[in-house]
DNA sequence: CTGCGTAAC
DNA sequence: GTTACGCAG
C-alpha cells in the first residue's frame, strides 16, 4: 500500500466518524435539550450540590453553578466527574456565548478581552468532552473567571488533570469549584468581573465504598511546587468562602471529613 | 491539555 | 460576526 492511499483511507474513515456523529450521537443531544429545563437530575449530580450564598443556582446539563452578580462570576461550579465520561474526543473549541440560564445576567465574553487574563474554565471543556453537547456548554460565561495565563496552563491545569487520573482510578469523583471571591480584588472589563486572589477545588468520592474528600487552595500565581502542598481541609475553604459544601452528609461524617486535611486516601502517582 | 491573536470572508 | 490557522505554556 503507498503512503498516498493510507491517508486516503485515514481521511474516508474520518469523514465516516462524522457522518456517524452527525446523524446518530445528535438524537441524544435533543433529547437532553428537552431535559434540561425540566427537574430531571440523574444520579449524584444533584445530591452534592454546596449551599449558595448569592441565592441563585443555575442547572446545566454538564453543571451546576451558583452565580455572583456583584463579582460577575460563579462562586462555585459542581459537577460529577466519572470514568465513562473521560474520551479523547477532540471537539473544536466554540465560542464564549453569555449564560442566558443567569437572571441577573451572567458577564459578557468582552470583559476579557484584551484584558491580559485568560477565560478560565471553572468546569474544564476537558472534564465535559463525551458529547459535544456538553463540551459546548462549558463555553459560557457563567463557567469562566479570570485566570493569568501562567497559572492556568500551569499548575492549575495539573491539578485538573490529576482529578481526571482519580476519577479514573476511583471510578468518579464530585468536584466543587471556584474563586475565592472576597477581600480586595482586581476587576477587569466595563462590568467589573472580579479577579479572584486564590482558587479552590473540593473533591469527595463516594464510590470506592468509604467516602473521602480532599481540597486544594491555590494562590493566583503559577507554581513548581507539587500539588500535595495545596491540599488544605474543607472546613478552611469554607471559612474563607462562607460555603457549606457537603450539608446531604451525615452530620458527623461530614465534621470528621472536613476537618482533615490529610490526603493519604488519594494517590499522587 | 490550557489558552491567545490575527487574517480573511 | 464567523471561520481558519498558527503560536505558546
Not at 93 to 110: L, N
Not at 177 to 197: D, F, H, W, Y
Not at 241 to 267: H, R, V
Amino acid at each position: 500500500m503507498t503512503k498516498k492511499s493510507v491517508y486516503s483511507l485515514i481521511a474516508i474513515l474520518i469523514v465516516l466518524g462524522i457522518y456517524g456523529y452527525e446523524h446518530f450521537l445528535k438524537v441524544e443531544e435533543k433529547v437532553e435539550i428537552v431535559a434540561e429545563g425540566e427537574e430531571v437530575k440523574q444520579n449524584t449530580n444533584e445530591y452534592f450540590l454546596p449551599t449558595s450564598t448569592t441565592g441563585q443556582i443555575v442547572h446545566h446539563e454538564g453543571y451546576s453553578l451558583s452565580y455572583s452578580e456583584p463579582h460577575e462570576q460563579a462562586e462555585w461550579v459542581a459537577y460529577e466527574l466519572k470514568k465513562f465520561h473521560l474520551s479523547n474526543t477532540n471537539f473544536k473549541r466554540p465560542y464564549f456565548e453569555v449564560d442566558k440560564a443567569v437572571k441577573t445576567g451572567a458577564a459578557d465574553w468582552r470583559n476579557y478581552k484584551n484584558s491580559g487574563y485568560d477565560r478560565g474554565h471553572l468546569c474544564p471543556a476537558g472534564d465535559r468532552s463525551y458529547s459535544k453537547f456538553v463540551y459546548e456548554e462549558t463555553f459560557l460565561t457563567s463557567n469562566i473567571s479570570p485566570q493569568d495565563h501562567a497559572f492556568n496552563s500551569g499548575i492549575w491545569n495539573t491539578l485538573e488533570q490529576k482529578i481526571r487520573y482519580w476519577a479514573s482510578k476511583y471510578d468518579g469523583v464530585f468536584v466543587v469549584t471556584g474563586g475565592v471571591l472576597k477581600g480586595n480584588m482586581k476587576t477587569i472589563g466595563s462590568e467589573r468581573v472580579a479577579v479572584p486572589n486564590q482558587f479552590y477545588k473540593v473533591l469527595i468520592d463516594n464510590n470506592s465504598g468509604k467516602t473521602k474528600m480532599i481540597a486544594f487552595l491555590m494562590p493566583h500565581e503559577n507554581s513548581n511546587k507539587p500539588l500535595y502542598e495545596f491540599v488544605v481541609s474543607v472546613d478552611s475553604i469554607e471559612k474563607l468562602t462562607g460555603i457549606d459544601f457537603f450539608p446531604q452528609l451525615d452530620d458527623t461524617l461530614e465534621n470528621t471529613l472536613e476537618a482533615s486535611s490529610s490526603y493519604k486516601d488519594w494517590s499522587f502517582n
